[in-house]
T-cell receptor
Framework: GAVVSQHPSWVICKSGTSVKIECRSL??????MFWYRQFPKQSLMLMAT?????????EQGVEKDKFLINHASLTLSTLTVTSAHPEDSSFYIC????????????FGPGTRLTVT | QKEVEQNSGPLSVPEGAIASLNCTYS??????FFWYRQYSGKSPELIMF????GDKEDGRFTAQLNKASQYVSLLIRDSQPSDSATYLC???????????FGKGTKLSVKP
């Protein structure tokens, strides 16, 4: 149980384009989903927290107009990196939790984004 | 003071030994504590969580929590080369379930 998928697993895009990453909870209803970014040899950095049906809460320093998060259903959240630049190249990972166990986060496999 | 602190390592232990990973946290109000394992290039995998003071055992893993000392540890018995990874300590923040992660300890188990 507690399986989270992400798509795509890797993506290469040109500078200035937008990229959408999907995060799905496959066998449970995810009331909360989290988006993280991880640069090489660094720890996870929480970007935003989203609850189903409401606006995401962004961490300080994360541009909400650049990183658009939608959590339209209990099993799907999307992160759109708009007008991507090379410095946005990173490993993006989502995680999900549910109401019964709100503190246990289960991670997706991650999406490696490379912006050229 | 950093919210969650871990020794970055690397921690090197021989195969079959006990690996001891430590973590301290600053927020006395924290209630939930987690250990994640992350292999290079992969996403974190939840291996243990602990909510109460004392020890919690699951197979070769034992999590230990001491809230008075704001300290949580992970013991790995009979360490295997496949245990070589970075171990992330995480502590809850607030009621939304947000976790604060330490920077992780890199463990290397030598055959």
């Amino acid at each position: 149980g507690a399986v989270v998928s992400q798509h795509p697993s890797w993506v290469i895009c040109k500078s200035g384009t937008s990229v959408k990453i999907e995060c799905r909870s496959l066998d449970f209803q995810a009331t909360t989903m989290f988006w993280y970014r991880q640069f090489p040899k660094q720890s996870l950095m929480l970007m935003a927290t989203s609850n189903e049906g409401s606006k995401a809460t962004y961490e300080q320093g994360v541009e909400k107009d650049k990183f658009l998060i939608n959590h339209a259903s209990l099993t799907l959240s999307t992160l759109t990196v708009t007008s991507a630049h090379p410095e946005d190249s990173s490993f993006y990972i989502c995680s999900a939790s549910n109401r019964e166990f709100p503190y246990e986060q289960y991670f997706g496999p991650g999406t490696r984004l490379t912006v050229t | 003071q950093k919210e969650v602190e871990q020794n970055s390592g690397p921690l090197s232990v021989p195969e079959g030994a006990i690996a001891s990973l430590n973590c301290t946290y600053s927020d006395r109000g924290s209630q939930s504590f987690f250990w994640y394992r992350q292999y290079s290039g992969k996403s974190p995998e939840l291996i243990m969580f602990i909510y109460s003071n004392g020890d919690k055992e699951d197979g070769r893993f034992t999590a230990q929590l001491n809230k008075a000392s704001q300290y949580v540890s992970l013991l790995i018995r009979d360490s295997q080369p496949s245990d070589s990874a970075t171990y992330l300590c995480a502590v809850n923040r607030g009621s939304q379930g947000n976790l604060i992660f330490g920077k992780g300890t890199k463990l290397s188990v030598k055959p």
